[in-house]
């Protein structure tokens, strides 16, 4: 099913290619979703049905479960690490531009340069996100170009660098549209700052780079110590109940994107005498590039509620409203 939607990679199809472009990316998480059947174990309720209640959950995860979360995203990533070999680079797969480019319909190149085609969100989309600040995504962002740049240069297109997130919890996506009035909108935000009130800076560490089938290159976040971000997750679903009962990311996910590769890498002379081998090469590229990153440590103390008017506005550079609340520790003000 992904697949088949992620064959239109060309810059001469114009058939609804954003959605094409976002609904691989959700599916991609969604076959995640359902693919970690994972047994929860100990992994403590975060359950949103009417009846929970939010004193019978854990407010702090105990040690116990702790192991569980942190399992989990291990189980997770590792998965996430095994789809290139599986699926191969299916983002080479389309039709390719004269430039022996294979573009999304989403971008565009002019002189030379990726640049996103921006298309309006109709209704925008409402995303809880963490952000992280450039102290933190700048050495990344510079990181992920050294490794990336010689091979990719107007074939790849990188995550601004002052809008590093990682996407939590949605009020609306695309997949399951849910309108709200302005009012209506200000009390979700409203919601989300109580909640903000309550959640503890994250310390985290970069577990791994990981590319994906579909040419994302994501880093896979561990979590040392704050709140997790399946409580967080938990929190969100209760203070937004008429957001989309399906989520597009698994609980425990905790992932930010550094880049989208778009094309076919520029060898070099030498390279390219030698034999290639496609996934081996994109294997090379992102081991060079944990070995950059991996272990890299980073605090978290913002979240953001974020209305994107443009499809994939966070990813894109496109029209937003952002919210941005500081991560207070004050225990559960709800009590
Ligand atoms: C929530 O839990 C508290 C304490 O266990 C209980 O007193 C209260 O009635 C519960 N509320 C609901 C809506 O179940
Ligand atoms: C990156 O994001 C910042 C903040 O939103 C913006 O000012 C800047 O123009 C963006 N950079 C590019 C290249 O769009």
């Not at 599986?86 to 573009?103: D, I, R």
């Not at 990813?315 to 991560?327: D, E, I, P, S």
Request: hydrophobic share 40%; glycine share 4%; aromatic share 10%.
């Amino acid at each position: 099913m992904a697949t088949t939607s992620l064959s239109s990679f060309s810059l001469n199809h114009a058939r609804s290619p954003a959605i094409v472009w976002i609904s691989s990316a959700a599916l991609f998480f969604l076959i995640y979703l359902s693919a970690m059947n994972a047994p929860p174990r100990t992994f403590p309720s975060f359950s949103s049905s009417p009846t929970s209640n939010t004193s019978t959950a854990p407010l702090i995860p105990s040690s116990n479960s702790d192991l569980a979360v942190e399992e989990r995203r291990l189980q997770l990533y590792d998965k996430m690490s095994r789809d290139l070999d599986e699926k191969g680079a299916v983002f080479l797969k389309g039709g390719e531009t004269s430039q022996s480019l294979s573009l999304s319909d989403i971008f565009e190149l002019r002189d030379g340069v990726v640049v996103p085609v921006l298309k309006a969100a109709n209704p925008p989309v409402r995303a809880n996100v963490l952000y992280l600040s450039p102290e933190f995504s700048k050495p990344i962002s510079e990181a992920v170009k050294e490794v990336f740049l010689p091979y990719f240069d107007g074939a790849i297109w990188f995550q601004n660098a002052t809008m590093y997130h990682f996407s939590l919890f949605h009020a609306s996506h695309h997949l399951t549209p849910v309108v709200a009035t302005e009012n209506e909108i200000e009390a979700e935000v409203e919601a989300v700052e109580r909640v903000t009130k309550s959640i503890c800076p994250l310390k985290i560490k970069l577990d791994r780079v990981v590319l994906t089938s579909t040419g994302v290159l994501l880093g896979c976040w561990q979590v040392v110590s704050g709140t997790d971000p399946a409580e967080i997750r938990g929190k969100l679903r209760e203070a937004l109940p008429r957001a989309p009962a399906k989520q597009l990311y698994d609980l425990v996910l905790l992932h930010t994107s550094f880049a989208r590769i778009l094309g076919h890498p520029k060898l070099s002379e030498e390279e390219s005498k030698k034999p290639f081998d496609q996934v081996q090469f994109f294997h090379e590229l992102v081991a060079r590039a944990n070995t950059k990153l991996r272990g890299f440590e980073a605090t978290v103390t913002e979240l953001w509620f974020v209305e994107e008017y443009d499809v994939l506005a966070l990813a894109l550079n496109g029209k937003m409203k952002t919210r941005r609340f500081h991560l207070g520790c004050n225990g559960d003000l709800n009590h």
